[in-house]
T-cell receptor
Framework: NAGVMQNPRHLVRRRGQEARLRCSPM?????VYWYRQLPEEGLKFMVY????????ESGMPKERFSAEFPKEGPSILRIQQVVRGDSAAYFC?????????????FGPGTRLLVL | AQSVTQLGSHVSVSEGALVLLRCNYS??????LFWYVQYPNQGLQLLLK??????LVKGINGFEAEFKKSETSFHLTKPSAHMSDAAEYFC??????????FGTGTRLKVLA
């Protein structure tokens, strides 16, 4: 039973490029969450999605960041025109359908480095 | 607003010694509390969680934590450290919603 999958595990981008981070939830899970961990900080909530719906994006920066969870395929976190301050570890978590109090299961993260 | 403080970003213990990782939280409502562990190049794995009921919570790999409301603490302990316990440990709090608030993590080193 595979856990939450994220790819790529490491991503290097130059300033101004786009970064696409992918997350495949655990089998049977329909809730996806993205968190960001800046250096020397804890993980911080970014966005909560269900299939084809953004439920809460209150933690997302207002510009350049977007997320989707299509009917088919993985969830995507997209960062346009990356800047050095976007360098961080981005974690995806998923939980089963039903009440969102279900425990969140985390992926290994994508380490983004912006040069 | 909620917050989590993990005292000590790095903790070293000898193999066989007691492991104590500290976590203090602030929350205006009864909290849900979690400890996650992250081994190198892996995702965060849930060690244990407290929601309601018994304040002493037992988790996997011999870890346990006690919810102390008066001290706003949820410290993680293990009686005898093993080399395989070397990892980074994260404490998190929520109000029962999907927004987890994480501490900055404690990296545990186990000395032979």
């Amino acid at each position: 039973n595979a856990g939450v999958m994220q790819n790529p595990r490491h991503l290097v981008r130059r300033r101004g490029q786009e970064a696409r981070l992918r997350c495949s939830p655990m089998k049977g899970h329909s809730h996806v969450y993205w968190y960001r961990q800046l250096p020397e900080e804890g993980l911080k909530f970014m966005v909560y999605l269900q299939k084809e719906n953004i439920i809460d994006e209150s933690g997302m920066p207002k510009e350049r960041f977007s997320a989707e969870f299509p009917k088919e395929g993985p969830s995507i976190l997209r960062i346009q025109q990356v800047v050095r301050g976007d360098s961080a570890a981005y974690f995806c978590a998923s939980s089963p359908p039903g009440f969102y109090q279900e425990t969140q299961y985390f992926g290994p993260g994508t380490r983004l480095l912006v040069l | 607003a909620q917050s989590v403080t993990q005292l000590g970003s790095h903790v070293s213990v000898s193999e066989g010694a007691l492991v104590l990782l500290r976590c203090n939280y602030s929350s205006s409502v009864p909290p849900y509390l979690f400890w996650y562990v992250q081994y190198p190049n892996q995702g965060l794995q849930l060690l244990l969680k407290y929601t309601t009921g018994a304040t002493l919570v037992k988790g996997i790999n011999g870890f346990e934590a006690e919810f102390k409301k008066s001290e706003t603490s949820f410290h993680l302990t293990k009686p005898s450290a093993h080399m395989s316990d070397a990892a980074e440990y994260f404490c998190a709090v929520s109000t029962g919603t999907y927004k987890y608030i994480f501490g900055t993590g404690t990296r545990l080193k186990v000395l032979a």
